[in-house]
């Protein structure tokens, strides 16, 4: 039961602190590439507000737009040539998940002479990366203040995450009224991705402090009365700054504490997108409920799952707690499918998307072997054959 | 509704990891400046250890010993003495709140030309200081992981704070065992501490995010969950580990988010403590109930105090929440009185320790001028009338 907590990034939350943004830049050097997506960011003025702090504060801007979701080694590398040619200084990305691990991924390829997808796939690691900035405009991946970035290599099917000390920006811009813009699906999906990464921890089969537990569950409970909120009252401040700030804190290593077993849902999910492309918030929403039927169906003898679902019932829905263990479990895996389905209106199975059993094999393979080994190595051990039957329950 | 997040400190939590010091220290140079109280550092060991990474890294060890508690003034200059005539490069407390802020205050005072109470009394904002680095062995002032500290000067009867980023320590060793030693009642004083710290901001006339206050509410169940524990079962590392890392949690600056309106009680007790040398948290634990029962007796209108309460008493104690308001407020007054007269076996009056009612009204004056102005401006204002009566309800 140790650890080392260390989160150096510093976080300007609120409306109107990317008045800060200039002089923080300043701090890193005078060269800035901003890395950016489809040109949300323009439509909503926070492309301008950025260039005008850039240019106020008499620093040079280089461009590298087009991040696509899922953000391609292609992009990063047309990223890294334009560092290397360019002497970039600092690498500043606006948007969300996608841009700031593209970003992530250019600040150390361009410190470096291997290729990018090289490092990634051979794990080399990061000693040395350029300083990352991020202006937020989505909450969910928890990017902008976590050490990890995940890319993909559409040619070979493959989705591979990476972490290091050094992918922690060192300021990061969370101002909630950016998010207004967000629309409703995509604050859903965001939404899924945040309880996400709590459930990842919070299911987990190492002790972990009790004071941990109990923020996780108030970080749950958090997103599930604020996402819907947001998606009706797209312009509600208090419902945004919540999502927000709870994003940050869901991945951001905090709630984690001594619990460093290795997640379940996100390894499963991410084939999915890596196959399909598809949102991975909306992946992990049809994942998650099949996930905790399949571990509850497979309990151990003292039903120690059952226990835990108990809990997350009781503590983040509110469950009587006089309900018997097993009734109550299966309550709460009820409540989150609610959530999921009927609150966000996400979609519920992978038919309904489009997405048929044919590479089901494969996939499970490579979940189930993307830590080095042979299975996820979470609460449940999850070999290949596990996983396969997870997404097999995922088609209706 | 904004605020920056910046707490730079480096965490070294659990058993063991003592054995990163001398690596850390190194860091920030060879002359090492070791802060401690009276010796019981010495009879634990951990002074032992402490050396022996500090000889195993090859860095030279200069000490003052003698910190008493609430620090004062002449232990800090003896301090500063010896950085200043022997070009200390890095500062490390061994100890609680007073070995960590004597050691804040020597490292300001070594760069600095002024005298340190000059710095203090007049609030010469703090541009240079000296790198900090904490072995904790009491969970309670969270001074491990913020930017504040506290100086007291018997002479003036004045115990003043001051807050610096530079304050902030760079790394701090929280091992749980070094905190089995610490005394039953020490343990309760220090868990009074924690617990207070998370209700001055949790009862605030601001606004904050719901996500913050759920997750001091977890902090809270945790202090309450495990002080007792820790009293009986003095090596019970879940209920060390949890207060230890509550107590960090509770101060550094996460719960405030943009609530950063003056806290009430803390300025109150810090009188107690200057004109009678009291224990801090035993002074918070006469005066909280007080102050509760004070603020609730002049509720405003809509009954907004009345209504917090109803939540503290709901989400914390666990009290039946189809209560009526008022009902369940003054029994969330009870369960806190209980908590530190019961459970923690706390004196619960001024009267038990001796002190009269000789000073309350200086005492009150000083307190309510504090801030700068005429009144402790948090959830209600107090004047120094307000302040008197509740040093008067803490008599009996």
């Not at 559409?154 to 990061?172: C, D, G, I, R, V």
């Amino acid at each position: 039961m140790s650890f080392v907590y260390d989160i150096p990034t510093k976080v300007f939350f609120g409306e109107g602190q990317i008045e800060n943004l200039g002089a923080q830049l300043s701090v890193y050097g005078s060269r800035v590439l901003l890395v950016y997506g489809g040109g949300s960011i323009k439509k909503t003025g926070v492309y301008d507000k950025i260039v005008a702090q850039i240019k106020g504060a008499g620093l040079e801007l280089y461009e590298l737009s087009g991040i696509e979701p899922n953000p391609k080694v292609e992009s990063v590398r047309r990223g890294i040539e334009i560092c290397k040619k360019n002497k970039i200084d600092v690498c500043l990305a606006a948007g969300g998940g996608s841009a700031m691990d593209a970003s992530k991924f250019i600040a150390a390829g361009a410190c470096s002479d291997e290729d990018i997808w090289t490092i990634v796939s051979k794990k080399i690691p990061v000693t040395k990366a350029l300083p990352i900035v991020t202006v937020l405009t989505i909450s969910a991946t928890g990017s902008e203040m976590d050490p990890t970035a995940v890319l993909s290599n559409m040619q070979t099917n493959e989705k591979s995450p990476m972490s290091s000390p050094l992918f922690f920006p060192k300021a990061s811009f969370c101002d909630p009224t950016f998010t207004y813009s967000v629309g409703a699906n995509q604050t859903a999906c965001g939404s899924a991705d945040i309880l996400s990464h709590l459930m990842e921890v919070y299911f987990n089969r190492n002790q972990n402090l009790f004071m941990l537990d109990r923020c996780m569950e108030g970080m749950m409970k958090t997103v599930i009365k604020y996402a819907p909120l947001a998606m009706h009252e797209p312009d509600n401040y208090e419902a945004r700054a919540n999502l927000m700030w709870t994003s940050s804190w869901a991945i951001n290593g905090f709630t984690s504490g001594c619990n460093k077993a290795p997640w379940s849902c996100h390894p499963v999910e991410h084939q999915l997108s890596a196959y399909y492309d598809i949102t991975h918030g909306l992946g992990l929403a049809i994942v998650t409920p099949r996930w905790m039927r399949y571990v509850l169906a497979n309990d151990d003898e003292q039903g120690s799952r059952a226990q835990k679902f108990y809990e997350f019932g009781v503590n983040v829905f509110g469950i009587d707690p006089s309900t018997g263990k097993n009734q109550a479990a299966e309550m709460a895996v009820e409540k989150v499918e609610e959530f999921f389905y009927s609150k966000l209106g996400l979609k519920k199975s992978l038919s309904e998307i489009g997405i048929g059993r044919e590479h089901f094999s494969d996939m499970a393979k490579k979940a189930a072997e993307c830590g080095g080994g042979d299975c996820v190595n979470g609460w449940q051990k999850l070999y290949a054959a596990d996983i396969e039957k997870i997404y097999e329950a995922c088609l209706n």
